[in-house]
């Protein structure tokens, strides 16, 4: 090897870094790896948000019996026309029980929700009335804040729709709205495809307090006596998505009740009033699977979107006597 050659090697450079094709390849293997990773991210995510929303229906199931050993009640559901009263609901009542007495005491009960002098409060986000796994829309407002009145403050009208609330209590297995077209259990002309009573046509929701379900249209309150079927196997609150409440509930918007006359995760798609509010009303939710459930007894369940529509309506009941088995 002569002196060239030797000095060649000496200072020959070799190339530095990656070649094309090693570069593709660490690229793919980077892609592959996150796609795989993205998955388990989400699922991360979902059981993140979901144990939140069970922790707000804890929190509202503990506020409820605080409640009852205070007024040796539940909260009555709203204030109505006919109880010549202003306009509140449960959710109004149990502030001062989920920590927000600043927020309770900001209220004038004097007068109804919409009036100016709560102008500003109703707009107060409250955490544990919000589903933190909700994709919220143009219905849920601009603050995301509940409304504590029974119509919200839009009307049919209003472009803007009201908050509503996330966790409506249970009216149980009661119509929607007199549900003309019930108990033959056929659509209506104004609400095709409805899935309201299906033949299961439980009483009215209108005074006297014959309502069905642990809550009903008027300042009816129950007592935890009342509820003979047991507190496990009654359901008190349950999850909604103000984005299908806006113009969806019981006769106007935003109501603080909702059914199980409605099968459950009935998402509607009816554009504009009126003919969709006699469906709307129902438990929902962006969990995938199904929503969560708040019994009587202070206890949260998720219930699976294909629960058997009977058993459903036979947890909606308090005093109904029929056999439940839990979903």
């Known amino acids: 090897m002569n002196h060239f050659d030797l000095q060649s090697r000496r200072h020959r450079r070799w190339p530095v870094g990656f070649t094309l094709i090693e570069l593709l390849v660490v690229i793919a ?36 019996h605080s409640y009852h050993n205070v007024h040796k009640s539940l909260p009555y559901t709203n204030q109505m026309p006919y109880d010549s009263a202003p306009g509140a609901t449960w959710g109004a009542m149990l502030l001062p029980f989920v920590e927000q007495q600043a927020v309770y005491d900001q209220f004038d009960f004097s007068v109804h929700m919409g009036h100016p002098n709560n102008a500003k ?12 796994g909700a994709a919220y829309g143009s219905g849920e407002g601009g603050s995301r804040g ?5 119509r919200g403050d839009a009307g049919f009208d209003n472009p803007n729709p009201a908050h509503g609330l996330w966790y ?29 009573c299906q ?17 009903g249209r008027s300042t009816k309150s129950v007592r935890f006596a009342q ?14 998505l103000p984005r299908q409440c806006s113009y969806m509930g019981l006769y106007a918007p935003n109501f603080s009740l909702a059914g199980t006359t409605i099968t459950l995760n009935t998402f509607d798609v ?58």
């Open 227 to 240: 509820i003979s079927d047991g507190l496990s196997s009654t359901i008190m609150n349950g999850e909604t």
């Open 121 to 132: 409060i109703v707009t107060v986000v409250v955490p544990v009335f919000i589903c933190p």
């Open 199 to 215: 033949g299961w046509n439980y009483g009215s929701s209108s005074p006297p307090d014959n309502h069905t379900g642990l809550f």
């Open 270 to 327: 009816c554009p504009a009033p009126p003919g969709c509010h006699v469906r709307g009303c129902g438990f929902k939710s962006d969990h995938p699977g199904g929503a969560h459930f708040l019994l009587a007894d202070a206890s949260v369940q998720f219930f699976n979107t294909a629960i058997d529509y009977r058993l459903y309506n036979n947890l909606g009941t308090r005093a109904g006597g029929e056999p439940v088995v839990s979903p």
């Open 168 to 196: 409506p209590v249970s009216m149980g297995p009661t119509h929607n709205d007199n549900c003309v077209f019930c108990p033959e259990a056929k659509s209506s002309p104004s609400a095709p495809d409805s899935y309201c």
């Open 29 to 64: 293997i980077i892609g592959i790896l996150v796609a795989l990773l993205l998955p388990a991210v989400q699922a991360a995510r979902d059981a993140a948000r979901r144990s939140a929303c069970q922790n707000n229906l804890k929190q509202i199931g503990l506020a409820m």
């Open 146 to 150: 509940p409304i504590f009145d029974n």
